[in-house]
Structure formats: structure tokens, C-alpha cells
């Protein structure tokens, strides 16, 4: 058996890649009639803000349409926004979460 008849090996390893899963924003959105006392109560208790962050946020969101939330797992983010706009339902307001990738 010569040299010749073994088998080259591949001269690159290929080094398998794993893809970062991608992270999502949770968006809060403005409307005309939910309260901002009532915003800031939502962060708060679905987002575990504090009072001073929680309103920081609403008022981002009052004055240039819609404010980042929070930026992490897309299963969490849409689980949190539901979860969000629904509290906002069960209190009659059209309050809105939405999510969408962050880039
Ligand atoms: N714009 C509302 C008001 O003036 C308050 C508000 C702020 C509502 C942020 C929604 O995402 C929102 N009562």
C-alpha cells in the first residue's frame, strides 16, 4: 500500500455554527384613552419597573408614539406582551404590546 491510497482529509474543518437565537422588543404603543397612571401600574406589575422607570416609559410613549419595553427571548417577549394588552383589556382600555425582531 503506497502513501497515495489514504484517504486526504478535508484540509478546513468546518466548525459547525450556531445561530445566536434572535432577541425581540416588546413595544408599548400610545392610544388616546388609557390612563397614564394606569400604564405605569402594567410595567410595573407585568415588567417589574419601578415606579420612576415605569413612567419614564409611558411618557416616552405618550409623547413619541410607542417606547421600547424590554429586548429578550421572543417566547418571553410575546408571552409579557400578551399578557400586558390583556390586563389593559380587562380594564376597558385599548392599551397595546406589541413585539417585533430587534435587528
Ligand atoms: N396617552 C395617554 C393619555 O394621555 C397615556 C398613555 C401613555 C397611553 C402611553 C398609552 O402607551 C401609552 N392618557
Known sequence: MSDNDVAAK?????????????????ILVNDDYTPREFVVMVLKAVFRMSEETGYRVMMTAHK????????????????????????????GYPLLFTTEPEE
Open 64 to 91: 413619541l408614539g410607542t417606547s421600547v419595553v424590554v429586548v429578550c427571548a421572543r417566547d418571553i417577549a410575546e408571552t409579557k406582551a400578551k399578557e400586558a394588552t390583556d390586563l389593559g383589556k380587562e380594564g
Open 10 to 26: 478535508p484540509k478546513t474543518r468546518s466548525k459547525p455554527k450556531l445561530q445566536r437565537p434572535k432577541l425581540y422588543k416588546v
